[in-house]
């Protein structure tokens, strides 16, 4: 199994977009939604290969509507997630899943804001279901068994991908 997750611009509704156009309605019609962060979208897929596919197949989408788009292939690894280039090349035999853990990048992630108060009104209910969001991604190189800690700003936690050199130097 393999999980896509693709990012949504901040200046757009991911899901909206993507399920307001028939090419891209019909191509994530066989899958399960999810949204685990603030516009954003993730499915699951049967492969590695599937999951590149469906990217390819809404790359026009991507282009215009997206920031990033991930892949978490479990046999690669558990937490990390790859970078669309990165799984391309995994996929295609270009690069060893073993030789991807160097060039990161990793995003904080912050919970949406408590309600903090108990006046039940209806916004108050709405920013707790709120999903949380990834907020200003940081390149890092890992040069041991651990990375170094994300200091941009406080996070809740981190979501660490995994990229290619070039994708990491550009």
Do not use: H
């Not at 991604?137 to 050199?165: A, H, W």
Request: charged share 30%.
């Amino acid at each position: 199994m393999a999980e896509v997750c693709l990012v949504g611009s901040d200046d757009v509704n991911l899901r909206y977009e993507l399920l307001s156009r028939e090419t891209a309605r019909n191509a994530l019609v066989t899958y399960d939604l999810r949204e685990p962060f603030e516009n954003t979208l993730q499915v699951e897929t049967v492969s590695l290969g599937a999951a590149v596919a469906l990217l390819n197949d809404l790359n026009w989408y991507l282009v215009r509507f997206t920031d990033a788009a991930f892949v978490k292939v479990p046999s690669i690894s558990e937490s990390e997630w790859l970078s669309r280039e990165l799984a391309t090349a995994i996929r295609d035999d270009e690069i060893a899943p073993e030789e991807t853990g160097r060039f990161l990048t990793v995003y904080g992630i912050v919970e949406a804001p408590d309600a903090g108060d108990e006046t039940g009104d209806d916004t108050a209910a709405a920013t707790q279901d709120r999903p949380p969001r990834l907020v200003e991604p940081m390149l890092l190189t890992r040069t041991g068994e651990t990375i170094p800690d994300y200091d941009l700003r406080d996070v809740d936690d981190t979501l660490v991908v995994r990229v290619t050199e070039s994708e990491f130097g550009a």
